[in-house]
């Protein structure tokens, strides 16, 4: 089952203004050069020539090493290029300097909670995409507690705002829930294969273990995001989820209609909460004023 991508961040190039010409002399007129690089940077970013606005970006760093934004942008565009890339060394070397670009920015961030928040967002999704292209199992999993890390950095630093904190905490539920899912699918019995949450016989002790510690871990995260908004709809359905797992691990009937139950009610919630959302998002629309 392939899930979406889940830092819910944008990092909006746009042109920066005056506000970094502040100094005198020599020191002026390397501010000037960098701003000019940035803005024509921002110019090609946007325009889709993200070699180019590589280059124009990392020139900038060279005379505006001081300012957090310059990082950041430099950042984007690293991780542009590594995304066409796909894999191999230079693919790597590109993923470590798009990760030290945006450590860079948080180090300069100071109080700037927008500048913080992208830059520990993006290092989070970067170590996401590390996962996606580990080269052994030991490195999947320093990837994965790595991601894991950084967004509970995102959710837990004094920037965050409840939107942040539930979205994240959301995130990291449905990645252990993921891990459950993985590992009980392994485990399905063909001959029950009309029942998709049938029970499970974990006769691996090291795979029930891990089962039960990701089934663990979903419902803490969700339940964390859920005393947040309690009416989060995305996290209503990856609960109901984490139920139809814990009822894939009980052979006793009568707790398993238990889980079955708290399922459905669940599950149910989640589908009139977003069907309320789409009706209030189109009386919103009708409302507009038109043309």
């Not at 010409?21 to 000037?32: A, E, I, N």
């Amino acid at each position: 089952m392939k899930l979406f991508r889940y830092m819910l961040i944008a990092l909006a190039l746009t042109a920066i203004g005056a506000s970094l010409l502040t100094s005198s002399g020599c020191q002026f007129t390397r501010k000037v050069i960098g701003k000019d690089k940035l803005n024509q940077g921002v110019i090609a970013y946007n325009a889709g020539n993200f070699g180019e606005a590589l280059q124009l970006f990392k020139s900038a760093t060279e005379y505006i090493s001081d300012q957090p934004v310059v990082w950041l942008y430099y950042g984007a565009a690293l991780r542009k290029t590594y995304q066409a890339k796909g894999s191999g060394q230079e693919w790597r070397e590109t993923v470590d300097q798009a990760l030290d670009a945006y450590r860079k920015a948080l180090e300069l961030a100071g109080n700037d909670c927008k500048t913080k928040d992208n830059a520990i967002g993006y290092i989070a999704t970067i170590y996401d995409d590390l996962v996606a292209n580990a080269e052994s199992e030991d490195k999947k999993v320093e990837y994965e507690n790595a991601h894991r890390e950084w967004l509970l950095k995102r959710a837990e630093n004094e920037c965050a705002t409840n939107d942040v904190k539930a979205v994240t905490y959301y995130s990291i539920a449905v990645k252990y829930w993921t891990c459950a899912y993985n590992q009980s699918t392994r485990y399905s019995d063909k001959a029950k294969a009309f029942d998709p949450f049938h029970c499970r016989n974990f006769y691996y002790e090291p795979d029930k273990k891990k089962f039960e510690d990701c089934l663990v871990k979903g419902f803490e995260y969700i339940d964390k995001a859920l005393a947040i908004n309690p009416e989060y709809a995305d996290a209503l359905s990856y609960k109901s989820l984490l139920f139809r797992e814990r009822q894939k691990a009980t052979c006793a009937e009568a707790k398993r209609k238990e889980f079955e139950e708290e399922a459905k009610k669940l599950a149910d919630r989640a589908i009139e909460l977003m069907k309320q959302r789409k009706a209030d998002e189109e009386a919103a629309k009708a409302q507009a004023p038109q043309g």
